[in-house]
């Protein structure tokens, strides 16, 4: 099955810098990659997502990009808020029959004030 | 805008124990998930319908969990009995349809088995 790699767990940023989460995935059928968004306690909320026949997206101060051919996929926050501190998650679409995601392990972002 | 609904919010259960988690998914949302995030976690798929029918449930420990969706609206999740490594927070999410449609989650239920 598919596999999602998720760098780093930990990543702490001063507020107004930028902010980089990477993920890798196994499955080069895969097709569709969303960027999840988790506060303590609080259900994962999408943020961002990008499908494969593009290589960029952005929405503001995030935005998205994809390397068909490494298969990783990469968060980019730009000037960084304080209300920007949670876990983010990547996953990725395994196209084995059915369509649940499969998640990273997740990257708690830290913004330092 | 409209939301997953989940109860109960937390449950506290001994081992042994049987316990049912309930969710309603957005109106008009034909698929519907089970995804089990143990703490430090991403989510894991336990089990996705597309309308009452199971489209895979590969993942789903079938010895002790259940999940049914039997009007294709709603959807409950059993376990009995309840293990020590249970303990998780048990998320369902719902979508329009299948592939690309973008899954939204509900609040989750926390269950802390003793």
């Known amino acids: 099955g598919e596999n999602v790699e998720q760098h780093p767990s930990t990543l702490s940023v001063q507020e107004g810098d930028s902010a980089v989460i990477k993920c890798t995935y196994s499955?080069?059928?895969?097709?569709?990659f969303p960027w999840y968004k988790q506060e303590l306690g609080k259900r994962p909320q999408l943020i961002i997502d990008?499908?494969?026949?593009?290589g960029e997206k952005k929405d503001q101060r995030i935005a998205v990009t994809l390397n068909k051919t490494a298969k990783h996929f990469s968060l980019h926050i730009t000037e960084t808020q304080p209300e920007d501190s949670a876990v983010y998650f990547c996953?990725?679409?395994?196209?084995?029959?059915?369509?649940?995601?499969?998640f990273g392990k997740g990257t708690h972002l830290i913004i330092q004030p | 805008e409209a939301e997953v609904a989940q109860s109960p919010r937390y449950k506290i259960t001994e081992k042994s124990q049987a316990v049912a988690f309930w969710c309603d998914p957005i109106?008009?949302?034909?698929?519907l998930y089970w995804y089990r995030q143990i703490l430090g976690q991403g989510p894991e798929l336990l089990v996705q319908?597309?309308?009452?029918?199971?489209?895979?449930d590969s993942q789903l420990p079938k010895d002790r969990f259940s999940a049914e969706r039997l009007k294709g609206v709603d959807s409950t999740l059993k376990i009995q009995p309840a293990e020590l490594g249970d303990s998780a927070m048990y998320l369902c999410?719902?979508?329009?349809?299948?592939?690309?449609?973008?899954?939204?989650f509900g609040p989750g239920t926390r269950l802390t088995v003793l």
């Open positions: 999410a719902s979508s329009r349809g299948r592939g690309t449609d973008t899954q939204y």
């Open positions: 499955d080069s059928a895969s097709n569709y």
């Open positions: 990008i499908r494969s026949n593009v």
């Open positions: 996953a990725a679409i395994y196209w084995g029959g059915a369509d649940g995601l499969t």
């Open positions: 109106s008009g949302h034909a698929t």
């Open positions: 319908f597309q309308d009452e029918s199971v489209v895979d």
